[in-house]
């Protein structure tokens, strides 16, 4: 039996986004999808906010028709704003009461996260995570909290200002700890999902994204 790297991943759930990138989302799941079937060792499955439109529900659909395991956590109110249909009716939606909760559902037991392209809701629940583990102590070595590698899938370009505010936090000296011990910023699909992979199979995905 294959065993299952779970990997939280947040993004944007935006009727409006530009389709530029919500193809890369499109792109995330198709090479997920060959790794899944072409790998003897590894299943990935990821687990998010369950989102109906923007990356996330591109991803999330396209994931799903692919036969790739995802699991959303919503909670009453933005049930209401938004159905998420796709997750629902595959019994992969989870209620839960608040957004704290959540956050920490999402994160439980995952062996990465990635911040895909996003808004507001992206970002807080990212710098959440990274300030969740600055107070367990899990920077240099410290703490019970084990540390979950957090990558950031910077397309076209979307995240370039976050590596500039992570450098001017560094050169300022605003940052009690190397941001780099935790986050990575990726350029592209291929490279984030690399990473996420575990280092002894990743050359079959290799071959999947050179072919």
Known sequence: MKQKIKTCIWGSVSDKMDPG??????????????????????????????????????FNST????????????????????????LNKAGR?????????????????VDNIIMAPGGWGTLEEFVSEIIRHEVAGSFNGNGDKPMIPMHILNVDGYYDWVDGFFKGMESKGMTRFDIKELVTIHAGVGECLTAIVPEDDRGVLDLLICS
Do not use: C, Q
């Open 93 to 109: 939606l989870i209620m839960v009461d608040t957004l704290e909760e959540r956050e920490l559902k999402m994160v439980e037991g």
């Open 63 to 86: 994931a799903m028709s692919l036969g790739i395991d995802v699991t959303g956590y919503t909670i009453p109110e933005f049930y209401k704003l938004e159905k998420h249909v796709g």
């Open 21 to 58: 990138i919500s193809s890369h989302a499109n792109m995330l799941a198709l090479f997920v999808s060959m790794y899944n079937n072409t790998s003897e060792k590894y299943e990935l499955s990821f687990v998010n906010g369950g989102g109906e439109h923007g990356f996330l529900g591109k």
